[in-house]
């Protein structure tokens, strides 16, 4: 005995056992056990399902099938009222009850032989946001009555307002980025309705995408360098130069490469600034520097006022974090410390304990910055390892003893003394060497007090001063200014 299944085109054609070993063309070969199991699912409200090979239940069919029994019975109830009515009439009876039931009758039967309307919500839609605002067109008719009605309701998706619910065509309002599903209802003459949904995606803004070219630029030109900025996205954007700059053209709309001058307002101010990209809630910073020497006059005696770190020097942020010396910019907030005591200028001393028995952390923003390349410089190594390059005259916090701080100059600095962290703690020095080799080194003015932090420890906030150039001068003129007592 042998078992098959037939199927065409993905139909089931039959469910066979055969008493003879070979099994017709067409038919493929089962197990007992699923023939068995097929035969069992096989009933008249179920049909093939070629994807999972398997009888799965027609809802359709048992709906059609439940009204078809019901219409069946409702003929038969209608035929039994009318013959009674009949005999009832001809015994002379009294047929007002028989008359009522027969119209309740009627009613319900017309109710349920009825067909219900056909719907249409139309095609699903996509939007890109911002645009908040749809048509909504769908269509209803009804093949043996009409619609009396219809009604627009949102099933899915967030907030949205539709103008006429009770019109097929309409607007809906005030969409968000996000999916929606909207439902429209019809009703028939006699009571009869029908759904049908459309889908509504709202895709969410095009993401804006900025880029400058180049992100970094040294030595701006008197009559302004150009730079390229790539836009990729089809609105308005603006340029706000900070710092000693200055940005042509400053605003504009476009989708693709927008080409922008940037000048430098005043030879002698600020040798760093940024202008800042906007397009609507997307920033991106095009950092300049200048650094051309600018120097004084060799009468000046401005050589043992250089006051610089290493450009790869880190610095302490106001959110904790580091960042390298090189790229800090004007209107960077920096780390500082506000001591207790007043710490007075360079090289006088003051008890320790009375300085560091309170320390606020405070913000201080950078409103300068000096660059300059040296033929030497300290190398001050730290016993946690940390490494401190500056010039010979740049004044830290110190101590010789952790009895008495000064701000003390790396010239001043030994072995054994020791240097203030950003929490006040004492950190020793292990050794400081003079390195004969040039240097690109940096200095930061800040504003709001007088010191700052690089590589861990308290510095002093320099004074920088711009010198006109002259013909005969040879030197950078980055300068500190100190008066006979540092306020805190």
């Not at 065409?8 to 063309?25: M, S």
């Not at 399902?49 to 029994?69: G, M, N, P, R, W």
């Not at 919500?121 to 048509?135: D, R």
């Not at 008890?351 to 309170?358: A, F, G, H, P, R």
């Amino acid at each position: 005995m042998k078992y098959g299944i037939n199927i065409i085109d993905g139909q089931l054609r039959a469910i066979t056992e055969f008493v003879d070993d070979i099994l017709p063309e067409g038919f493929k070969e089962i197990t007992e056990e699923r023939y068995n199991e097929l035969l069992n699912k096989d009933t008249g409200f179920s049909t093939w399902d070629e994807k999972s090979q398997d009888f799965v239940e027609d809802i359709s069919l048992i709906e059609s099938f439940t009204k078809q029994a019901e219409i069946i019975d409702s003929r038969r109830e209608l035929r039994s009222i009318i013959s009674e009515i009949s005999l009832a009439e001809k015994l002379g009876e009294n047929t007002s009850v028989l008359q009522t039931r027969f119209k309740d009758l009627a009613v319900k039967y017309k109710a349920i032989a009825n067909k219900p309307p056909f719907v249409y919500a139309g095609i699903n839609q996509n939007v890109k946001f911002p645009k908040s605002e749809i048509t909504l067109n769908g269509t209803a008719t009804d093949e043996d009555g009409k619609v009396v009605s219809v009604n627009w309701s949102k099933i899915e998706g967030g907030s949205a307002k539709i103008a006429k619910r009770d019109q097929l065509k309409t607007k809906v309002t005030g969409l968000e980025p996000g999916n929606y599903r909207f439902q429209l209802t019809a009703v028939d003459n006699n009571g009869a309705n029908a759904t049908s949904n459309v889908d509504v995606n709202v895709k969410p803004k095009e993401a804006v995408k900025i880029s400058v070219s180049p992100k970094e630029k040294h030595n701006i030109s008197a009559s302004g360098t150009a730079f390229e900025v790539n836009i990729k996205s089809n609105t308005d954007w603006q340029a706000l130069a900070k710092g000693n700059s200055s940005v042509s053209p400053s605003f504009g709309n476009g989708n693709g490469k927008v080409r922008v001058k940037v000048y430098r307002n005043d030879s002698r101010a600020s040798l760093l600034g940024t202008v800042e990209f906007r397009v609507e809630d997307k920033v991106t910073n095009l950092i300049w520097s200048q650094k051309g020497s600018i120097i004084r006059d060799d009468d000046d005696d401005f050589d043992d006022d250089i006051r610089c770190f290493d450009l790869e020097s880190n610095v302490v942020m106001a959110n904790g974090r580091s960042k390298k010396l090189k790229n800090i910019k004007i209107d960077d907030e920096l780390l500082a410390l506000d001591f207790s005591k007043n710490i007075p200028s360079v090289g006088k001393s003051i008890d320790s304990e009375k300085v560091l028995e309170e320390i606020n952390k405070s913000k201080v923003k950078v409103v300068d910055f000096g660059t300059q390349t040296v033929d030497e410089y300290r190398r001050i190594t730290l016993l946690n390892n940390t490494i401190i390059d500056v010039t010979a005259s740049h004044p830290l916090l110190s101590s010789k003893d952790r009895e008495e701080v000064a701000w003390l100059t790396s010239d001043d600095l030994r072995a054994g003394m020791f240097l203030v962290d950003k929490n006040g703690k004492f950190v020793e020095i292990e050794s400081k060497r003079t390195i004969k080799e040039t240097l690109e080194i940096g200095v930061l003015q800040v504003e709001g007090a007088d010191n700052y932090l690089i590589q861990g420890v308290v510095v002093h906030n320099a004074q920088i001063t711009r010198i006109k150039t002259t013909a005969k001068a040879t030197k950078s003129a980055v300068a500190i200014e100190a008066g006979d007592i540092v306020k805190k």
